[in-house]
């Protein structure tokens, strides 16, 4: 059986650790715990233990743990693929979708944000090179892609995210990092309000801060590993 309080607190503790050795501000670093495949106890462990924002991949998992977890306050984050029949629940129950990385369901989530919440938190998800998964835009659309999320106005552009290819050599985890870096640094130069940059995971977690990741989102490392 994990300890998810003491995991927790590990991972929290290294975060700050690398805050002080990358030159970040301290507490610059928010942590998502990533919970998929986890269940509503196990998040409840993390949460007695401090933790409020959760990240989830699958929809109807996600909604069953909502269901069991509505007396806690929890921020939502969806991390995972979005499927165009999706897109209205997903608009009604999260805070943040990470993974945007189609018009058309960018235009859906913004149709579907009900209007007694505030604009839906998102990040633009990127495929930066060596990317094992097919999701996320292409660099060279990112700009034309923000301009279409800043005009709707349910929707809060919020930053990019990304998941680069699983390295176990450093650098090679800081090149992959540097490149969404350096994308999110144009996007501000060209004017775009974004704070957020998603990235890093257990693996990659302190590759991801040294680079300026604003958000990392860790599973493992906090919770197991999956089954
Ligand atoms: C599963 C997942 C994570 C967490 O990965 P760990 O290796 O468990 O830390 C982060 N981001 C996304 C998009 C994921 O699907």
Known sequence: MQNIANNLRRVNMAISDYEHKYHRPAHSVKLLAVSKGKSSEEILEAYAAGQRAFGENYLQ?????????????????????????????????????????????AKRLNDQRPAHLPPLNICIEVNISEQTTKSGIHANDMTLF??????????????????????????????????LSVLARGLRQAGFPIDTLSMGMSHDMEAAIAEGATMVRVGRAIFGPRE
């Open 61 to 105: 998992e996600a909604l069953l743990k909502m269901t069991a977890l509505a007396q806690q306050s929890i921020e939502w984050h969806f991390i995972g693929k979005i499927q165009t029949n999706k897109t209205k629940k997903i608009a009604e129950h999260f805070a943040w979708v990470h993974s945007v990385d189609d018009m058309k369901i």
């Open 146 to 179: 923000a301009k279409y999320c800043t005009s709707l106005t349910r929707l809060k552009l919020r930053g990019l995210m990304a998941i680069p290819e699983e390295h176990h050599d450093f650098a090679k985890q800081r090149a992959l990092c540097h490149q």
